[in-house]
């Protein structure tokens, strides 16, 4: 499954995934430093959908905020 994503690095509200809307809002505590907030992304995607973090790739938008997921099962 491929799935859209915004991301709001350095949030209180972290970690929290948002799935109101038509993309997933992921907010993240970590700051979007050396990788750290990719890291937090994969993370609370995979908690949400109940998978390992190893089945969530960043497909594309490794630097922005917009991000492409790929989620295995």
Do not use: Q, W
């Not at 990788?35 to 995607?45: D, P, T």
């Amino acid at each position: 499954m491929h799935l859209d994503v915004h991301v709001k690095p350095g949030s209180r509200k972290g970690p929290l995934v948002d799935d109101s809307g038509d993309v997933l809002v992921v907010y993240v505590r970590e700051r979007a430093v050396d990788g750290a907030a990719n890291e937090g992304v994969v993370r609370a995607v995979a908690d949400h959908f109940g998978v390992a973090p190893r089945r969530v790739t960043i497909v594309r938008g490794h630097t922005s905020r917009r991000k492409r997921l790929e989620v295995g099962d």
